[in-house]
Structures are given as C-alpha cells and as structure tokens.
C-alpha cells in the first residue's frame, strides 16, 4: 500500500506557472501509474494526465495539453505536475493518484485508481 501527500499548489496569476509534486511512502513509485486530476467546486473530478509505471508512456487532458507536464522522480519517490501558462479555469483542487498497472499503460478515470492524496488548492487569478 502507498500513501500520497500533494504538496505545492497556491496562488497565482494568470500566465505563471506552479509545480505540483506528490510524496509517496510506504512503497517506492517504480511500481504504479501515476495519474493527476483537479475538481473545480460544483464540477466532477476531471482527468489532467498520467504517465505509465515506466515513464514512457504519457496522456494529457484536452484542457491543459501543450501546458502542462507529468513526470517520476523515481530517486525521490514522488510524482510532479509542472503546470504553464495558466489560466484562471484551471483552477481547483488537484489531486495525486496512483495504481498497481496490469501493463505499462497510463490510466486515465478516476475508477482505474485505488491510491489517492488529499489534494492541493490551485488557484489563478486573472
């Protein structure tokens, strides 16, 4: 079992940017697909990208491709959401996930994850 802790978010302007990263503990990285998602209030959950247990797969949401990159920091344990050029609708609260993968694929609903983290609060002013 894995235990993930987001850290990072906060208060930007529109055009900045913000690095998101996610700890984990209890099991080292290499072995899950990572996956981001952000919820905006009154909003679903909403898929932003994955990376498969290798890192050589990557997948991003509609919304922030071009913008926004996830990457492993396999040495650290954790996870990162390098987040550009951002816009006031990405705002929310943005969470960490990861699965145990039956293949070197990303995953890319919410349904596919069994770990999560309790979320950091992006917010763009405009």
């Known amino acids: 079992q894995v235990q993930l802790v987001e850290s990072g978010g906060g208060l930007v302007q529109a055009g900045g940017s913000l690095r998101l990263s996610c700890a984990a503990s209890?099991?080292?990285?290499?072995?899950?697909?990572m996956g981001w998602f952000r919820q905006a209030p009154g909003k679903e959950r909403e898929f932003v990208a994955a990376i498969s247990w290798s890192g050589g797969r990557t997948y991003y949401g509609d919304s922030v491709k071009g913008r926004f990159t996830i990457s492993t920091n396999n040495a650290q344990n954790t996870a990162h959401l390098q987040m550009n050029s951002l816009k006031p609708e990405d705002t929310a609260v943005y969470y960490c996930?990861?699965?145990?993968?039956?293949?070197?694929?990303?995953?890319?609903?919410?349904?596919?994850?069994?770990?999560w983290g309790q979320g950091t609060q992006v917010t763009v002013s405009s």
């Open positions: 209890g099991r080292t990285l290499t072995s899950y697909a």
């Open positions: 996930a990861a699965e145990i993968p039956d293949s070197d694929r990303v995953f890319t609903n919410t349904f596919e994850y069994t770990y």
